[in-house]
């Protein structure tokens, strides 16, 4: 067990630094569009519960290798404990397994800077967990405690939330134990612009937005309508081109396409494919749950055109 006081924090900061860009996604991401379906429970977040950064800390594979813990755990866990506390006292906690946690091309990091600075309070000062190609809940903040344990973590963040069920399932029928908790997440597309309910200009529109797979997934296409997704249109992907089985980051793109002549609305759809070729859902309602996670279907914003 690790108790993350001053002195540890310190022996961090005097290892060898590491550094990578890595997208932070929240399980919740896009719930707004499961509430129109059905009532869920949960923060209505539309499409900004996630964010990008570049973090830099120590390789939690080595601190564990340091610590004498080996692969051959092979059920354990690598569990996390934060400072903060629910009103009941209770601190919040998430794992990972150990076979995560001990891969050095995993690159989990004991973060304690973001974006080259000291890890603002916010985002977790002075050390917090980076879990690359993983859902934000078990990317802990405000980290006092890493233990290695034969289960995962007991935390209700970990056993009785971020868990995704059939469209079926309710709150009086919900068994927690008989789904697992969500690691890496699904592929992921959204439009940020232009916003849903805007008017662009005749002529030409530029649309653009952010896609993201778990686990490391590459984005190797976004597919774009302007008619409903009865045609589409093949996004150019901004930035470097990104490495097979490590791709942390998001891909931000955008197209720019011609209005066509006379259309005063545009109903206007993305969708992501990732290296395993692997594509979101056209629609919300199969993909419904109590929770409202996972919520990956086409994304759709519908404009007006100006004459």
Known sequence: ??????????????ACRYE?????????NRRSEMTQVKEVKGLEWRTGAISTARWAGARLCDVLAQAGHQLCETEAHVCFEGLDSDPTGTAYGASIPLARAMDPEAEVLLAYEMNGQPLPRDHGFPVRVV???????????????VSVQPEESYSHWQRRDYKGFSPSV???????????????????????????????????VTI????????????????????GGLTW????????????????????????????????????????????????????????????????????VHVYVSP
Not at 20 to 28: D, P
Not at 208 to 225: F, L, P, T
Request: charged share 25%; glycine share 8%.
């Open 1 to 14: 067990m690790l108790l993350l006081h001053r002195a540890v924090v310190l022996r961090l900061q005097q």
């Open 20 to 28: 990578i860009t890595v997208t932070l996604q929240c399980a919740g």
């Open 131 to 145: 879990v690359p190609g993983v859902v934000g809940a078990r990317h802990v903040k405000w980290l006092g405690r």
């Open 170 to 204: 309710d709150w009086e029928t919900v068994d927690f134990d008989s789904a697992p908790s969500i690691q890496e997440l699904p592929v992921q597309s959204a439009i940020t612009e232009p916003r849903d309910g805007e008017t662009v200009e005749s002529g030409e």
């Open 208 to 227: 653009k937005g952010y896609a993201w797979s778990g686990g490391g997934r590459a984005v190797i296409r976004v597919d774009v309508s302007l008619d």
């Open 233 to 300: 249109q093949v996004a150019k992907l901004d930035g470097e081109e990104q490495r097979p089985r490590k791709a942390w980051a998001w891909r931000l793109w955008q197209l720019k396409a011609p209005v066509p002549a006379g259309q005063k609305e545009l109903n206007i759809v993305c969708k992501a494919v990732d290296d395993g070729y692997n594509v979101q859902p056209d629609t919300v309602a199969p993909i419904w749950n109590l929770r409202g996670v996972l919520s990956n279907a086409w994304h759709r």
